[in-house]
T-cell receptor
Framework: NAGVTQTPKFQVLKTGQSMTLQCAQDMNHNSMYWYRQDPGMGLRLIYYSASEGTTDKGEVPNGYNVSRLNKREFSLRLESAAPSQTSVYFC??????????????FGPGTRLTVT | AQSVTQLGSHVSVSEGALVLLRCNYSSSVPPYLFWYVQYPNQGLQLLLKYTSAATLVKGINGFEAEFKKSETSFHLTKPSAHMSDAAEYFCAVSDKTSYDKVIFGPGTSLSVIP
């Protein structure tokens, strides 16, 4: 049971380049999330997916797109990277099937630098 | 709208001293409240959660938190700090109407001095 996995762990991009961050979970969770973490700002929600086939914008969606490929996988795409997107990106998942278990499980993060 | 504030972006305590990390929230409906810990270069992991059962919640590694509705607070405590407690701590809130959206506070960095 690997939990939540993310690839890559580190990435350096030039302004204008594109890339996709991959996330997968093996806990059969319905909900998946993408956050970015910046110093002094905590975690800010970029997009989330409450179930397979659905996605919704979070607090800071501009410049990003997502795909919920299946129940396990939720990818985040930067179409044209900007220096303001330099951050640490976390994927998370959670299950609501028990009715009370809203704990989120986090991946190890992707450190992205845009030059 | 929900929000979370954490008083003190950085807290230092001596080893063996009391740890107190403050969290206040705002929510128009009964909240779910969480404390997460992030060790250097790792993702977040749950320390404890309040989901409308007992107001005093015990978590992992000797941490506990008390939900005080009248003060809209959910402060995290530990009687005796260990060096291994040095980390970033995040308070978070969600509610029963939109459980999928969890709002995180800005975090408090805890340093433990030998």
């Amino acid at each position: 049971n690997a939990g939540v996995t993310q690839t890559p762990k580190f990435q350096v991009l030039k302004t204008g380049q594109s890339m996709t961050l991959q996330c997968a979970q093996d806990m059969n969770h319905n909900s998946m999330y993408w956050y970015r973490q910046d110093p002094g700002m905590g975690l800010r929600l970029i997009y989330y997916s409450a179930s397979e086939g659905t996605t919704d914008k979070g607090e800071v969606p501009n410049g990003y797109n997502v795909s919920r490929l299946n129940k396990r996988e939720f990818s985040l795409r930067l179409e044209s990277a900007a220096p303001s997107q330099t951050s640490v990106y976390f994927c998370a998942s959670s299950s609501s099937e028990t009715g009370i278990n809203y704990e989120q499980y986090f991946g190890p993060g992707t450190r992205l630098t845009v030059t | 709208a929900q929000s979370v504030t954490q008083l003190g972006s950085h807290v230092s305590v001596s080893e063996g001293a009391l740890v107190l990390l403050r969290c206040n929230y705002s929510s128009s409906v009964p909240p779910y409240l969480f404390w997460y810990v992030q060790y250097p270069n790792q993702g977040l992991q749950l320390l404890l959660k309040y989901t409308s059962a007992a107001t005093l919640v015990k978590g992992i590694n000797g941490f506990e938190a008390e939900f005080k509705k009248s003060e809209t607070s959910f402060h995290l405590t530990k009687p005796s700090a260990h060096m291994s407690d040095a980390a970033e701590y995040f308070c978070a809130v969600s509610d029963k109407t939109s459980y999928d959206k969890v709002i995180f506070g800005p975090g408090t960095s805890l340093s433990v001095i030998p």
